[in-house]
């Protein structure tokens, strides 16, 4: 069965760096879109960044442009959120997510398989 699995998460110092990795298995990931969401408590999960599945192109959050970086490697099955800069509201369980079809790109209902999530945290 498709599993996304999450690593890497943890506790950050304000204006520090992590990289968070998503390993999929059970699914052809160069045939999926794939995506992290991030969900901070009594929120709703939201749109973090999106790297589409044959031309590599990239979507950001406002929130996260420029300080976000979204990259694939479809033979090792892996996807990869490098955080830079980060913010104490950047505090959130972070969520991997693969999709195959059409659909708003901001939407949880557009993505088909989900990874259980790894928890960042920023300190100010």
């Known amino acids: 069965q498709v599993q996304l699995v999450e690593s890497g998460g943890g506790l950050v110092q304000a204006g520090g760096s992590l990289r968070v990795s998503c390993a999929a298995s059970?699914?052809?990931?160069?045939?999926?879109?794939m995506a992290w969401f991030r969900q901070a408590p009594g929120r709703e999960r939201e749109f973090v960044a999106r790297i589409n599945r044959s031309t590599s192109t990239t979507y950001y959050a406002d929130s996260v442009k420029g300080r976000f970086t979204i990259s694939r490697d479809n033979a090792k099955n892996m996807v990869y959120l490098q955080m830079n800069s980060l913010k104490p509201e950047d505090t959130a369980v972070y969520y991997c997510?693969?999709?195959?079809?059409?659909?708003?790109?901001?939407?949880?209902?557009?993505?088909?398989?989900w990874g259980q999530g790894t928890q960042v945290t920023v300190s100010s």
């Open positions: 059970g699914l052809t990931l160069s045939s999926y879109a």
């Open positions: 997510a693969a999709g195959d079809r059409v659909g708003n790109i901001y939407y949880t209902s557009t993505y088909d398989y």
